[in-house]
């Protein structure tokens, strides 16, 4: 049984990425936090494989971004559910601002959260629950250290992790990095919340933390997200899924989206009354 540690992806702002919030000064509602969990003890959910990681937590929940995808063209998006977690804020990239968001939906059985009635998107992005074959290439997509990055990676196969103190392990798959673009050796914090995609064009998951000794990139497990997607009712689209052709194919993919606001950064704040 292999175990590492892991870190966790999000990404403090400090002075590195200055957004204003949208709308700063004028009151919003409160940010609405619902949990979906399918599992009971009349139907726990399975254990995947026999590699389990150890997902360190930060001592203090700070201001943070990751990133996140539409998976709805009427305004779902997806993120990692440790992106939203203890905001008293969240709010999606638009322009130089951070549109706030009113609700978010948080998965108990996966790091996935759900944000409907968000930005309307101009395209969405395809689901599929079935985990891709051990070997075979994954495309990760978000903004480690704010900047977007395209991360080449193998997938090894399913695993268990779990996080902090917690005694509860969630279903994940496990990546070997194998490349970059642009080329960096730094941490991929940012990058959380972001798709990978399996090479028939499918999304299988969602970048959830790494270990930048082992260059392992966890992902939350393809059917947990589209669980989540389900039990929102927000998720009607069925987009078509185009393969991959290659390594120019995948970068030109994600120009394309990020030029059509398809993936955003998603940002946290913790303290709404010192927001930037």
Same mark, same amino acid.
């Given at each position: 049984?292999?175990?590492?540690?892991? @870190?966790?992806?999000?990404?403090? $702002?400090? @002075?590195?990425?200055?957004?204003?919030?949208?709308?700063? %000064?004028?009151?919003?509602?409160?940010?609405? *936090?619902?949990?979906?969990? =399918?599992?009971?003890?009349?139907? =726990?959910?399975?254990?995947? @494989? +026999?590699?389990?990681?150890?997902?360190?937590?930060?001592?203090?929940?700070?201001?943070?971004?990751?990133?996140?995808?539409?998976?709805?063209?009427?305004?779902?998006? $997806?993120?990692?559910?440790?992106?939203?977690?203890?905001?008293?804020?969240?709010?999606?990239?638009?322009?130089?601002?951070?549109?706030?968001?009113?609700?978010?939906?948080?998965?108990?059985?996966?790091?996935?959260? $759900?944000?409907?009635?968000?930005?309307?998107?101009?395209?969405?992005?395809?689901?599929?629950?079935?985990?891709?074959?051990?070997?075979?290439?994954?495309?990760?997509?978000?903004?480690?250290?704010?900047?977007?990055?395209?991360?080449?990676?193998?997938?090894?196969?399913?695993?268990?992790?779990?996080?902090?103190?917690?005694?509860?392990?969630? =279903?994940?798959?496990?990546?070997?990095?194998?490349?970059?673009?642009?080329?960096? +050796?730094? #941490? $991929?914090?940012?990058?959380?919340? %972001? =798709?990978?995609?399996?090479?028939?064009?499918?999304?299988?998951?969602?970048?959830?933390?790494?270990?930048?000794?082992?260059?392992?990139?966890?992902?939350?497990?393809?059917?947990?997200?589209?669980?989540?997607?389900?039990?929102?009712?927000?998720? +009607?689209?069925?987009? *078509?899924?185009?393969?991959? #052709?290659?390594?120019?194919?995948?970068?030109?993919?994600? @120009?394309?989206?990020?030029?059509?606001?398809?993936?955003?950064? *998603?940002?946290?704040?913790?303290?709404?009354?010192?927001?930037?």
């Amino acid at each position: 049984m292999a175990r590492g540690g892991c @870190g966790c992806l999000p990404f403090a $702002l400090g @002075g590195l990425l200055l957004l204003a919030w949208f709308g700063q %000064g004028v009151e919003t509602p409160p940010l609405r *936090i619902e949990q979906y969990d =399918p599992r009971s003890p009349r139907r =726990p959910m399975p254990q995947w @494989g +026999d590699e389990r990681y150890a997902i360190e937590e930060p001592g203090r929940q700070a201001d943070s971004m990751g990133t996140a995808f539409a998976v709805d063209r009427d305004g779902a998006w $997806l993120t990692a559910e440790h992106v939203t977690h203890g905001c008293a804020r969240v709010g999606l990239e638009e322009g130089r601002f951070a549109r706030p968001v009113q609700r978010v939906i948080e998965s108990r059985e996966a790091d996935a959260a $759900l944000v409907p009635d968000a930005l309307s998107s101009p395209e969405a992005l395809p689901l599929s629950p079935r985990m891709p074959q051990p070997g075979t290439p994954g495309y990760h997509m978000g903004f480690p250290a704010g900047e977007p990055t395209l991360v080449v990676s193998e997938l090894i196969g399913e695993a268990n992790a779990r996080r902090g103190r917690s005694e509860v392990t969630q =279903p994940v798959l496990a990546w070997a990095e194998r490349g970059r673009l642009p080329e960096s +050796d730094g #941490t $991929l914090s940012g990058i959380s919340g %972001g =798709p990978v995609f399996a090479e028939d064009g499918h999304v299988v998951g969602l970048n959830s933390a790494s270990t930048d000794r082992r260059g392992r990139i966890l992902t939350a497990a393809p059917d947990a997200v589209t669980r989540l997607a389900a039990a929102s009712r927000s998720v +009607d689209d069925r987009p *078509i899924a185009y393969p991959f #052709t290659g390594l120019a194919d995948a970068e030109s993919r994600f @120009g394309a989206w990020l030029d059509r606001g398809v993936i955003r950064r *998603i940002f946290c704040d913790v303290d709404e009354g010192q927001g930037g």
